[in-house]
């Protein structure tokens, strides 16, 4: 007996999307599609290769990002050193200043795509996973920072979702930081023998982050560590009231946490994120804020930006429990055949009603011959078409096809000319209720 290939199997924590996940997944993206759209964001498609040095000058050489968990690698033609995107604020900051986007004034942009971090797989967090985001350069006041936010809002009325709640802070900026930073080193110094080993790690080059932990143990400590509102100047401060004021107005509560700090370096003065209980530990599905020092960072003329970044797979999970995913169907109407004639006539009815604009599934024979009628029927009505359109031998020589419709028990099949066929299906259509329009 000759032993068969061993099996290939994905790289761990990077997950196939199968075909009856797509439904959530078209969802989602068409909402994305129409809500960036009301704003008037325009799409930025940017490559999933960059080169390393981008994001360990844009996002930090001392984040986890760039220490741990970034996918890097030689090139081996020219020695680049490249790397798989972990996020892509700074690869659409990279490309805005490559090529000017900004001559002409402000720029309203969106993304979605695949990232890459080498994190330990768990829910909500894979290593390839999936962000939606949106990126305003060239925008200064607080009023942009609380759009980026409502747009969100929106995004979540659009798909139905309920219990996710939005905390705020600002950090200021890298003066006000630094002030912060030092009266914190100097605190949780007093507490180096109680630290763990990541708060000890960042003690001395992120200290920040420390207060982001979710360690039980810490909570006391971190609760006490002094707060960066203690050191917010006049103007971050008014800042921030006037994003909190635009955020009232708009009828839209929020938190106000301050040890809310987000994970990236290039962040000043407004953070965010939305955060929800039904995802466990992972509960934050939105994060971002203002990023004004990354333009010039990164080489490009000094311009403030506000952005967000937001993960596929967390909202996907949270629509599939809150029951907010469409039934999927993967046609309109089903083509059931029998016999080498209705075959070409199947062909040549299935691509006239595509041209009328329906999704056609035609049955397709498998490799033990032609199926019956009764078994064609079944896989029709699995499919989730709303019509059967039957071809025999006696349909063929009238020059009709029997229509039967599935999702209406009261509705009875009938005879319909090949001719008026699609003019049928489109009538029959608009009289049970479904939405259809016909292409022109």
């Not at 080993?197 to 360690?215: C, E, M, S, Y």
């Not at 999970?317 to 059931?336: C, E, H, N, P, T």
């Not at 020589?397 to 008026?420: C, G, T």
């Amino acid at each position: 007996m000759t032993q068969g290939a061993q099996k290939i199997t994905a790289v761990k924590g990077m997950n196939d999307v199968l075909p009856e996940e797509g439904a959530a997944w078209d969802d989602f993206e068409r909402a994305a599609r129409d809500v960036t759209a009301a704003y008037g964001y325009q799409q930025i498609r940017t490559p999933i290769v960059e080169q390393t040095r981008l994001f360990q000058r844009g996002i930090g050489e001392v984040t986890d990002i760039v220490e741990k968990e970034m996918y890097s690698f030689v090139d081996r033609l020219n020695g680049d050193e490249l790397t798989l995107r972990p996020e892509s604020t700074a690869g659409v900051v990279r490309a805005v200043i490559e090529h000017n986007l900004l001559y002409d004034g402000p720029k309203r942009l969106w993304y979605l795509g695949p990232m890459f971090r080498h994190e330990r797989p768990q829910r909500g967090r894979s290593r390839q996973f999936y962000q939606l985001g949106v990126e305003a350069l060239g925008f200064a006041g607080p009023d942009v920072d609380a759009e980026v936010i409502l747009m969100c809002r929106r995004l979540w009325d659009q798909l139905g979702l309920s219990g996710i709640r939005l905390e705020i802070n600002s950090i200021g900026s890298a003066n006000e930081r630094a002030a912060h930073r030092t009266a914190l080193i100097a605190y949780l110094e007093k507490f180096e023998d109680q630290l763990d080993a990541d708060a000890r790690r960042r003690l001395h080059t992120n200290p920040l982050r420390i207060l982001d932990t979710k360690n039980p143990a810490l909570q006391e400590i971190v609760e006490a560590a002094p707060r960066i509102s203690a050191f917010l100047g006049a103007q971050s401060e008014a800042h921030f009231e006037g994003l909190k004021r635009l955020l009232l107005d708009a009828g839209l509560e929020f938190r106000v946490n301050p040890r809310l700090v987000r994970g990236l370096d290039y962040y000043n003065l407004t953070v965010f994120e939305w955060v929800c209980d039904e995802l466990g530990a992972q509960g934050t599905v939105c994060g971002g804020g203002r990023y004004d020092p990354l333009i010039e960072l990164l080489g490009g003329k000094p311009a403030p930006a506000c952005g967000f970044g937001m993960g596929l797979e967390r909202v996907i999970d949270l629509m599939g429990q809150q029951g907010r995913v469409s039934k999927s169907s993967i046609a309109d109407v089903y083509v059931v055949h029998q016999g080498d004639l209705a075959l070409r006539v199947a062909m040549t009815v299935s691509e006239e009603l595509r041209g009328a604009g329906f999704q056609v599934l035609m049955h397709g024979n498998g490799a033990s011959g032609p199926a019956s009628f009764k078994s064609q029927m079944r896989r029709a009505d699995a499919s989730g078409a709303a019509f059967a359109v039957i071809l025999g031998d006696d349909e063929v020589k009238a020059q009709e096809a029997s229509v039967k419709p599935l999702r209406d028990a009261k509705a009875a099949q009938q005879r319909v000319a090949l001719s008026r066929l699609c003019e049928h299906i489109i009538d029959a259509t608009l009289n049970s209720g479904e939405v259809f329009v016909a292409e022109t």
